[in-house]
């Protein structure tokens, strides 16, 4: 029996997802007859080259006929398994339910845009997702279907009047990575630089636009990817990133903070932007070589505790020491080497903040762990608008509902990062069927602390797959500049030997 509701939940992953993209494109599909021409086709997409669908119509369709064919698949699935025995089934249920999340994976790679960012998120944030979808939405981290050559070669020539042969001294039209946005190739400079250059897809910024535009859709699939979640903070989160994202200008300027901050430094490398190969549409830095993540976790146990103690002080630390924030945890942007050595990559997403966002977030630590008084925890989130001023909560729901985000630093001692751990920690935020609905209805991150949020989430999912472990409290001390702990760990301490040197 147990096995049996598995399996269905196996299937409720994937096959239900087809039913969302058709529910939702069907609402659409009705909702957008008036643009149709009257001869009954869909309106043509805007000029210029590209290989995506990106007109709402087009990409609506393309979903509902997704949808269609997933139904009927499930639809055969089941009649083969009616005279079948248990086993049978069962082998017939999983065989669909991996079937169907390829085909997922597939479907969000070629639209590129939001959905594929969702599939994204999905692959790595959800640890609660059963395997086989995981295993075959991370495809979407750094492996999506790729543009063709002659596309890349337009974007180039559009935004510097020249193909690559002319920019570069040598260049692979092979791409090193192919994600939501754009892609990356590999190249030389007429100097000898090895860079990487990533391209936009063409007609990315109208892919994208569309599919914001079809809340009903985004709203279908995330409550389908992530189960008795509220969608809308992270379809409105989604929305801020990818606009923000579609200018690679933006991009390298957060990169220029981020390289020249930690050029030097032992364990954190960030690629220097090449500038008069980049622009709106293209970037070009050194390329880094390293480690996927999805290698990582299986070294060695040692290798693996380094590595995420680097990615924790990359990300906590940049609050504190840069006043700044790289808010995507997504594990294609890592490159991993030997003795916690980490590239850090994709810098379309970050927030500065002013010196009162960053009091904010003092007050709420001295509350919340330093002090452990939930009385003033509460008057700091009814102050900036977490909570709306008067909200009723008992000081123990609201230490149960807010303490288990600093669970981990709550305790001077070493704590282990588990799947079920940072699982439970994407539940708390979202799961509106829990115990804190109450609170988290009331609720309302400004935007300082939503993407924090974010990256809070996103890195304790890794964390669970390295098995991170550590004495997180001591490093945040390390970090917390109104504390300025004394090195805690051997990394710690070359750390502060190369920030004295630097300083001196």
């Not at 939940?9 to 087809?18: H, K, Q, R, S, T």
């Not at 994204?120 to 979407?140: C, I, K, N, T």
């Not at 692979?172 to 100097?191: C, E, K, N």
């Not at 917390?480 to 051997?490: C, K, L, Q, R």
Request: charged share 25%.
């Amino acid at each position: 029996m147990a096995a049996r509701r598995r399996t269905g939940a196996l299937v409720g992953a994937a096959g239900v997802l087809g039913g969302a993209l058709l529910l939702g494109a069907a609402v659409r599909a009705r909702r957008s007859r008036s643009p149709v021409s009257p001869s009954g086709a869909a309106p043509a997409a805007a000029p210029g080259p590209s290989l995506l669908p990106t007109d709402r119509a087009r990409r609506t369709a393309k979903l509902a006929a997704y949808g269609a064919r997933t139904g009927s698949d499930y639809v055969s699935m089941r009649a083969r398994g009616v005279l079948a025995g248990e086993e049978r089934r069962a082998e017939l249920e999983e065989e669909f339910q991996l079937r169907s999340a390829e085909q997922v994976a597939a479907l969000l790679g070629g639209m590129k845009g939001a959905l594929m960012k969702l599939g994204q998120m999905a692959s790595y944030l959800d640890q609660g997702l059963p395997e086989p979808v995981r295993e075959a939405l991370s495809q979407l981290q750094s492996d999506a279907p790729p543009m063709a050559p002659e596309l890349v070669e337009q974007v180039l020539r559009d935004e510097f009047g020249a193909g690559p042969d002319e920019l570069f001294g040598e260049w692979d039209p092979r791409p090193l990575a192919s994600a939501s946005i754009g892609q990356v190739h590999r190249a030389v400079l007429f100097d000898g630089t090895a860079v990487a250059v990533k391209v936009q897809y063409p007609g990315v910024d109208r892919a994208v636009a569309a599919d914001l535009e079809n809340t009903d859709l985004l709203f279908n699939v995330m409550s389908v990817l992530f189960p008795g979640m509220d969608p809308k903070p992270i379809v409105a989160e989604l929305r801020e990133r990818l606009v923000e994202e579609l200018d690679y200008r933006i991009e390298a300027d957060h990169q220029r903070l981020f390289a020249s901050h930690y050029r030097g430094h032992p364990y954190i490398h960030v690629p220097e932007v090449v500038d008069d190969r980049s622009t709106g549409r293209v970037l070009t830095t050194e390329l880094a070589d390293g480690a996927r993540f999805a290698e990582v976790v299986e070294w060695p146990d040692e290798e693996r505790q380094a590595a995420a103690e680097t990615l924790y002080r990359f990300a906590f630390g940049s609050i504190y020491g840069l006043r700044a924030f790289n808010g995507d945890p997504h594990p294609g942007n890592y490159l991993f080497r030997p003795g916690g050595r980490v590239t850090f990559l994709d810098f379309g997403l970050c927030k500065r903040f002013t010196d009162d966002e960053v009091t904010v977030f003092e007050s709420m630590i001295r509350a919340m762990v330093l002090d452990r008084d939930v009385r003033a925890f509460h008057e700091v989130v009814e102050r900036i608008g977490i909570l709306p001023p008067g909200f009723e909560v008992s000081d123990e729901a609201l230490s149960e509902y807010f303490g288990h985000f600093y669970e981990f630093v709550m305790e001077d001692r070493e704590m282990e990062i588990t799947p079920e751990w940072s699982s439970r920690s994407v539940r708390q935020f979202f799961d509106l069927s829990g115990p804190h609905a109450h609170i988290m209805k009331a609720a309302n991150l400004p935007p300082s602390m939503v993407i924090i949020q974010r990256i809070n989430l996103g890195l304790f999912a890794l964390f669970g797959d390295l098995g991170a472990r550590n004495n997180w409290r001591r490093i945040a001390e390390e970090l917390w500049p109104f504390v300025a702990g004394p090195p805690s760990t051997p990394m710690g301490e070359r750390i502060a030997e190369w920030a004295s040197a630097r300083t001196a």
